[in-house]
T-cell receptor, first 112, second 116 residues
């Protein structure tokens, strides 16, 4: 099936550092969602983006919907140990279908 | 709000038997429910989309006779893995959307299926 390219694939960072990850596609998307998944659990929605250029924050998390509508970025500021997990982007390819394509994931590990 | 519950969280079954997984929206009526499959250290792959009262739409390469989906009400969808084989072992996750927040999908906790 189709997937979005996410980078980096994994990253180790020190507690307190800022984190940045992105998601790119060759297709245009109408909505971008960012999720966090802990081991053995379902993904939890972090941020939803609806318009090109939109910048939205949720606590220490900030995400942006790229102007070209083909990419999105997620930043985490002042990382803490509980930020550990896998972060997925998801793009809505066809408006109104509620159908999402998921990114390949970014595995984040925070070193205390 | 927007809680999706999946049951069971883990199941082990013998090869050749069938297994049913339930997905419930607890505090909203789900217009649409989705079923995903996730292999270890990989992303979520959409298997099928199910709308209440109608037949599910399966993604290319997913066997509809193998993975039976029933969306009998606005709060319940079930996935039945029929005649399970070891290669069907995986993490299955459902998600649900509703009209008021139609562009967001909320996920269940997932079901770890192991076929022995």
């Amino acid at each position: 099936g189709q997937q979005l390219n996410q980078s980096p694939q994994s990253m180790f960072i020190q507690e307190g550092e800022d984190v940045s990850m992105n998601c790119t596609s060759s297709s245009i998307f109408n909505t971008w969602l960012w999720y966090k998944q802990d081991p053995g659990e379902g993904p939890v929605l972090l941020i939803a983006l609806y318009k090109a250029g939109e910048l939205t924050s949720n606590g220490r998390l900030t995400a942006q919907f790229g102007i070209t509508r083909k990419d999105s970025f997620l930043n985490i500021s002042a990382s803490i140990p509980s930020d550990v997990g896998i972060y997925f982007c998801a793009g809505q390819l066809i408006p109104g279908t509620y159908k999402y394509i998921f990114g390949t994931g970014t595995r984040l590990k925070v070193l205390a | 709000g927007a809680v999706v519950s999946q049951h069971p969280s883990r199941v082990i079954c013998k090869s050749g038997t069938s297994v049913k997984i339930e997905c419930r929206s607890l505090d909203f009526q789900a217009t649409t429910m989705f079923w995903y499959r996730q292999f270890p250290k990989q992303s979520l792959m959409l298997m099928a989309t199910s709308n209440e009262g109608s037949k599910a739409t399966y993604e290319q390469g997913v066997e509809k006779d193998k993975f039976l989906i029933n969306h009998a009400s606005l709060t319940l969808s079930t996935l039945t893995v029929t005649s399970a084989h070891p290669e069907d072992s995986s993490f299955y996750i459902c998600s649900a959307s509703f009209r008021a927040r139609r562009t967001e999908a909320f996920f269940g906790q997932g079901t770890r299926l192991t076929v022995v």
